[in-house]
């Protein structure tokens, strides 16, 4: 008689258990899968945007001007914009008051833009650490499918007289199923865990370059 080895049979026919752990890790790379896909449109948007409003900004405008274009919605929502905003919007804020120091106005732009950046940054850290947590756990999910799956099959063996490989096989096929969708889960999200992360540092070291190149022309601007 032959024993029907194929993956689907190996995962109807597995115990519960390891079937929950299939269940499993399937979700969690659906998830993975989803949030790469996401992510990676976000990253390709947010240096689409970073692209278009420095090349905006370095035109030689009126900043007030480009800060009308930000507000009105007419120029993105990129991460650079957002700061831009915030440090422009801030700066024009101290000016009006009488009396201020300029050092005190270059301060103030310095704070908002840094609060900025640190929103800019959350939004782009976002998920990430989902994906660094199925990256590391579920290989480790898929061998306790694996060992659980082993331990019924030798168990099984200790109920007959003469054991045969045909007996063994499925039961180690369809433990080794979870290890094998452990890794296939696992692979993707280390993958686009070291992809995004180092595109996000990319991302945020413009940002930052920009935060403090603008804080120069501000404080030039400041002491006019």
Known sequence: MTTDLSILSLITNASVLVQLVMFLLLVVSLMSWNIIFQKRKMLVHARQQADEFEERFWSGGDLSNLYNQVTSGRHGD????????????????????????????????????????????????????????????????????????????????????????????????????????????????VIGFNKFNTEMERLIGRYDAFLEEFSSILQRQAHK
């Open 78 to 189: 990129s991460g650079m914009s957002v700061i831009f905003e915030a440090g422009f919007k801030e700066f024009a804020r101290l000016r009006k008051q009488e009396g201020i120091d300029p050092r005190a106005v270059l301060e103030g732009s310095q704070r908002s833009m840094r609060v900025a950046l640190s929103r800019e940054i959350d939004k782009l850290e976002l998920h990430l650490s989902f994906l660094a947590t199925v990256g590391s756990t579920s290989p480790y999910v898929g061998l306790f499918g694996t060992v659980w799956g082993i331990m019924n099959s030798f168990r099984a063996l200790g109920n007959v007289k003469q054991a045969t490989i045909s007996m063994v096989a499925p039961g180690i096929a369809e433990a080794l199923v979870a290890t094998a969708m452990g890794l296939f889960a696992a692979i993707p999200a």
